[in-house]
């Protein structure tokens, strides 16, 4: 039984609007990313000076806040594409290897 394909060829189907919806939830992993270490590193510096110790403290509070938005993200992410995919063949999700 012919495919029509050669052997060794990959055929990838993603709707357009998968792609934009993992290009949205990256680009807001980043974004938390980024701020995660501006709060960590804004934190690091106050506590060079003990007036500035409690306000570092706050910092590093929010900096861990942070980091558990990070997989509250991806699984906002993984819900949005089963729910566009529900309607399609299987509803499968799968994540690539270089999930962020």
Same mark, same amino acid.
């Given at each position: 039984?012919?495919?029509? &394909?050669?052997? $060794? @060829?990959?055929?990838?189907? +993603? *709707?357009?609007? #998968?792609?934009? !919806? %993992? ?29 500035? &110790?409690?306000? $570092? @403290?706050?910092?590093?509070? +929010? *900096?861990?806040? #942070?980091?558990? !938005? %990070? ?30």
């Amino acid at each position: 039984m012919s495919t029509g &394909t050669t052997p $060794g @060829t990959l055929t990838l189907h +993603i *709707g357009h609007e #998968e792609v934009a !919806i %993992r290009r949205r939830y990256e680009v807001a992993s980043i974004l938390n990313d980024i701020l995660v270490a501006v709060w960590f590193i804004v934190g690091s510096v106050m506590f060079f000076s003990d007036d500035w &110790t409690v306000t $570092g @403290t706050w910092c590093f509070l +929010i *900096g861990s806040i #942070e980091l558990l !938005i %990070r997989p509250v993200i991806r699984l906002f992410r993984h819900l949005h594409i089963q729910r566009v995919r529900s309607s399609s063949e299987n509803g499968e999700v799968t994540d690539s290897a270089q999930d962020f």
